[in-house]
């Protein structure tokens, strides 16, 4: 067994990144299918327009954070560090 420890800093920024954009992406995308469901779409049901909107958001988030991934690794901010053998 190992201890390891990543700066926390570190933590919280991969942290927000992994799960705060995809959230954000996802309500930002279900409030303005909403409004363009409501205003432009009157023929079909705006809920329905706000899902497939917010469901959009949400995949363009996931490339966004799939990239973002990709240049983090190359960093050692991001890299854990073996701190001490217990066993």
């Given amino acids: 067994k190992v201890k390891i420890s990543i700066k ?3 933590y919280l920024k991969g942290t927000i ?3 705060g954009i995809p959230l954000l992406a996802f309500m930002a995308g279900v409030i303005l299918g909403k409004n363009i469901g409501e205003s432009y779409f009157k023929q079909m049901d705006s809920d329905i327009v706000s899902f497939i909107s917010g469901f959009a958001a949400l995949m363009i988030s996931f490339l966004v ?3 973002w991934s990709k240049k983090a690794e190359t960093k ?3 890299t854990p560090v073996i701190e001490e053998i217990i066993e």
């Fill in 65 to 67: 954070v799939k990239a």
């Fill in 17 to 19: 990144v992994i799960y």
């Fill in 76 to 78: 050692t901010e991001f």
């Fill in 8 to 10: 926390p800093q570190a």
